[in-house]
């Protein structure tokens, strides 16, 4: 029983962090038809940003100064590459993005070099907030949480009472229409793709010493959050949000499950040996699983609904 | 001309579509009978170019039934519909841009050749596909572009290769949506004879917002105004139709 | 008007001719080139070389597959290493029974079979992928290869987990009578498949399947009023792209005769993407340009630098965003230039191009180099080595010289490519008035 509070607790804290990453990316790419590929390279950056800023001022000023650096980065992104390739179509805009993401990739290990950099959580949140059956909930959980729901509170508010916020909305849904009003769509564009990549950025401030600051970082979880637009439908941010969690919630679910649907049968008295594929397939436990969860829920998810769990048009 | 049999070409029963909330089709009744040329004329937003999407299968329709040659097609996929001999045209150019006017006609008769998803068929040594593909295009007037990308051909010879690629395929019912839109006077001119020669023998239903084309081509017109037909009948009938002038062409011919 | 239409048709028949002769040429060269570096003194073949020529021609399989989606169906695939990989599995399984005797297939013909189980495998994994186009599609195809490419690290049974599979090519069972012990027989029978891979494809590309594809590439919607179903197209095209992927899969295993997780992996995907893009997916034969670019970078600059990647990756935005066309599609550009016989004049207007592009490309690995030999070459313990001398990359003078380099080369370039595109400007404009 505990175990399930605490991977629930784990689940939400690790869905809260895909959602910052994701709902930048559900944004840019509902607008913008672009499907960032290097949205996670910018998270990386944004850890490995943060490290050296926590490493010459602080934590508190790397958790300001690495995420504008990021959305600094997004918009020039937008601005000398992605406008430049646009009239070329959304396919040459995503393998722009694509380039991009080696680049950042081998550029981080030539700057920070191959091996895990120590970015740490600060001392003042190094403390458990509390027990739950014996076991610790670090007080920087709770930090995470705490930054990624004002993160969401403040996307709300900002999409529902500002100007820019009804622009976005409307063009989430309507991409088309938009240009139409007489809104200056680049400069739009550009400001959601500096945002997302913001985001991305914070993300990686938080996220970079909860999990572990190295080269592969981005295309580790660069899929998953693929996963999670796609899966969470375009131009619905609710969506994202709900699937964000889901996969939270398999990824720290599934590592307690040890049991296999071999396991299961056995209960009926079937034994299944594992000496081939399928056996060796039913044999697997479920902890082992979890990495492919993801990606098998995304293709069912295309396969029966391709618009994704509450997106309103397809992908 | 009165080639009327007891079924007609494309027959449309109480058709209905809803967008969302919004009742774009309203209840159409529509005969268009083997052989003739049928004009569909009306307002800006009327519902003409929707009417085409429903009758090819391009959207399913929310209620009623379509039959081409009294079999019915609601609810069939284009593909389906097309093999069934019904072709149509685009208002807004739909060709193959990257491909070349030789190979864009010949993508359009490869299904009428039974080819299907050949792999095995080499198409160079089809001497009767490819011999067919040039007649047409020398028929389109397009043999000397015959190896241009079809992409950057002039607008009108681009509009004569879209006919040339619904034409194609032999069907017997053509569905143009607005063949000569854009189009300069003499161009239109020679659309209009364009479309005459290529579907002699054919049934032709038309969208068309020229007045002179639709009069000068047509053997029925049917208005169609806010997804409702108010009229249809031979073009001397409509002209003197109240209704049709109060809601349409009054307005125009001033 | 008959006249032009006559002349046409002539320099087309013309171009054709020259067309096969390139490619019989190019298939002599392949044949030729491990003699090229044979040691007459050791009587040896460079093995380096040889394995070289080896992957590359995989390779071009591999690329040219992959354009069957990209370039002629307009498909974005993220996955199809997928069926290099399993054609790769797949053909070291049957060399494992071949060699104890329970399949009795000759080895001349086991890239055959490696081809017709990705097939197999592109039909089933082609089922779930043809109802999605654009966008939709690179995910899926994306789900599918971090799922196989996950289940070969931890399914033992087939993939082998970690440390893959292994068998041994020495089946003792040929069409020819070679035992296939060394590499250069080996790599005779990868020129063979990859010869009979590529004119396949291009056999392909000439078929109603190959020209429906390119229709639905340009304009699904219209191929379906023509009667033909997009799905279809996209199953056919991707189940057949997947059989060739998995030739290339099975050469790859008779090659090394090990197949490891590496071989379905997103890596390799990537490569795809990298090599056909790279190359010019506009044209047939721009994968094997891609192809063979990426394998010598791979193996060439690997060599002396571990920082290829980065160039790759430069190279690869630098295409998207100034020759969407690729390597193939700057020099169809040339085409009309050459047909007029203007091409001399071009060279003047290349040779200025030529130095700044040179003092930038200088500049760039300097800086690239000297980055990655600060960090990545300490850590490892290399040294930065140029004509055998030791270069401290914390000095200033390298990283000055570099940026020097870089800086003033990149506006010399910047204003000779003006002066550049004028010179082109001037030359199309003269074409086209000769044309009319």
């Known amino acids: ?315 | 001309m009165s080639l009327s049999t007891t079924t007609a070409a494309v027959s449309l029963r109480d058709v209905r579509k809803n967008f969302g909330p919004a009742e774009i089709i309203r209840g159409v009744n529509l005969d268009i009978r083997e052989g003739e040329r049928h004009a569909m004329i009306g307002p800006n937003g009327a519902g003409k170019t929707t009417c085409f999407n429903l009758i090819s299968g391009r959207f399913p329709i929310t209620s009623g039934g379509i039959s081409l040659h009294g079999e019915r097609i609601d609810g069939l996929a284009p593909q389906e519909i097309n093999r069934k001999g019904l072709s149509r045209s685009f208002q807004i150019t739909s060709i193959f841009h990257r491909m070349s006017v030789f190979e864009n006609i010949r993508c359009a008769l490869l299904w009428a050749h039974d080819y299907r998803y050949s792999f095995w068929s080499p198409l160079w040594r089809q001497k009767r596909l490819n011999e067919e593909a040039e007649r047409l295009l020398d028929d389109l007037n397009l043999l000397s572009r015959r190896d241009l990308q079809a992409g950057l051909l002039s607008y009108a010879d681009q509009r004569a290769l879209e006919i040339g690629i619904t034409i194609a395929g032999g069907a017997t019912v053509i569905l143009l949506d607005e063949p000569t839109a854009g189009m300069s006077h003499s161009e239109t001119e020679y659309a209009i004879a364009l479309i005459r020669r290529v579907t002699e023998g054919k049934t032709l239903l038309m969208v068309e917002h020229d007045m002179r084309v639709v009069f000068d081509l047509a053997d029925t017109i049917t208005v169609l105004v806010y997804g409702e037909v108010i009229a249809s009948g031979p073009p001397a009938e409509i002209r003197a139709n109240r209704a049709v002038q109060e809601a349409y062409l009054g307005a125009l011919d001033e | 008007m008959s006249a032009a239409t006559t002349q046409t048709t002539a320099v087309g028949r013309f171009k054709g001719h020259g067309k096969t002769w390139l490619w019989v040429g190019l298939v002599v060269v392949a044949l030729a080139l491990p003699w090229v570096f044979f040691n007459y003194q050791t009587g040896r073949h460079s093995g380096f070389v040889l394995t070289m020529l080896s992957q590359a021609g995989m390779m071009i399989l591999f690329a040219l597959s992959y354009n069957m989606l990209m370039g002629q169906a307009g498909l974005l695939s993220f996955g199809h290493a997928v069926f290099f990989g399993l054609g790769g599995f797949s053909t070291i399984h049957f060399l494992r029974a071949a060699g104890n005797g329970t399949l009795p297939v000759p080895m001349e013909l086991m890239p055959l079979l490696g081809g017709l189980s990705s097939l197999g495998f592109g039909m089933v994994f082609g089922a779930m992928v043809s109802k999605q186009r654009a966008t939709a599609f690179a995910m899926i195809t994306m789900g599918i290869g971090e799922l196989v490419g996950a289940s070969a690290i931890m399914f033992h049974s087939f993939f082998g987990g970690e440390g893959g599979v292994n068998a041994d090519r020495m089946i003792e069972r040929s069409l020819f009578g070679v035992n296939y012990a060394s590499p250069v027989q080996v790599y005779y029978l990868i020129v063979a498949w990859t010869v009979i891979g590529v004119v396949g494809m291009l056999f392909l590309t000439r078929t109603p399947l190959g020209a429906m594809a390119n229709a639905c590439r340009d304009n699904f919607e219209r191929a379906q009023f023509m009667g033909y179903d997009p799905r279809r197209v996209r199953f056919f095209q991707f189940a057949l792209a997947g059989g060739f992927a998995g030739i290339g899969g099975a050469l790859h295993a008779i090659t090394y005769e090990i197949v490891t997780f590496d071989a379905v992996g997103a890596g390799l995907s990537a490569n795809a993407v990298l090599m056909a893009y790279i190359g010019g997916s506009g044209t047939f034969y721009g994968p094997i340009l891609g192809a063979v670019l990426i394998t010598l970078m791979q193996s060439g600059v690997s060599l002396m630098s571990n920082s290829w990647l980065i160039y790759v990756g430069v190279m690869f935005i630098g295409i998207v965003a100034f020759a969407p066309g690729g390597l193939a599609g700057m020099i169809e550009i040339h085409g009309p230039i050459a047909r007029a016989g203007r091409l001399t004049r071009l060279i003047v207007p290349y040779i200025r191009l030529f130095f700044p592009a040179f003092a930038v490309l200088i500049g760039f690995i300097g800086l690239v180099e000297l980055m990655s030999f600060l960090t990545i070459g300490a850590a490892q313990g290399k040294t930065l080595e140029l004509f055998g001398n030791k270069i401290d990359v914390k000095a200033a003078l390298p990283w000055l010289v570099s940026l020097g380099c870089l800086v003033p080369g990149g506006l010399w370039l910047w204003f000779e490519s003006r002066a550049f595109g004028r010179v082109w400007d001037r030359l199309t404009e003269d074409l086209k008035e000769r044309d009319r």
């Open chain 1, 1 to 315: 029983m505990e175990i399930v509070l605490i991977s629930l607790l784990n689940g939400f804290v690790y869905g809260m962090l895909l959602f910052m990453l994701a709902s930048g990316l559900t944004l840019i790419f509902s607008m913008m038809g672009v499907l960032n590929f290097a949205h996670a390279s910018i998270y990386m950056l944004g850890a490995y940003a943060a490290f050296d800023v926590t490493r010459l001022i602080g934590f508190w000023a790397a958790l300001i100064v690495a995420p504008v650096l990021c959305g600094a980065i997004g918009a020039a992104i937008e601005i000398y590459g992605l406008r430049r390739v646009h009239h070329n179509g959304h396919i040459a805009e995503l393998l722009f993005t694509f380039g991009l993401f080696f680049i950042f990739e081998r550029g981080v290990q030539m700057i920070w070099g191959m091996l895990p950099v120590p970015y740490r959580v600060p001392p003042l949140l190094d403390f458990a907030l509390f027990r739950v059956y014996g076991s610790n909930f670090p007080a920087y959980r709770g930090f995470m949480l705490l930054i990624s729901g004002g993160m969401l509170l403040s996307i709300w508010l900002l999409l529902t009472r500002t100007r820019i916020g009804l622009i976005i909305q409307a063009a989430l849904t309507h991409p088309n229409m938009v240009s139409s009003l007489g809104h200056n769509v680049p400069r739009v564009f550009t400001t959601v793709f500096a945002g997302g990549c913001f985001l991305a950025g914070l993300a990686g401030v938080i996220g970079g010493n909860y999990q572990i600051t190295e080269p592969t970082m981005a295309s580790a979880l660069g899929p998953i959050v693929f996963v999670v637009v796609v899966f969470g439908g375009l131009g619905s941010l609710m969506g994202c949000f709900i699937a964000s969690i889901i996969m939270g919630m398999i990824q720290t679910f599934s590592v307690i499950i040890d049991g296999s649907i071999a396991d299961l049968v056995k209960g009926f008295g079937v034994s299944i040996p594992s000496d081939n594929l399928l056996g060796e397939i039913l044999n697997v436990p479920g902890s082992r699983v979890g990495p492919l969860l993801p990606y098998a829920l995304m293709i069912l998810m295309l396969l029966v609904r391709p618009r994704g769990l509450m997106g309103n048009r397809d992908t």
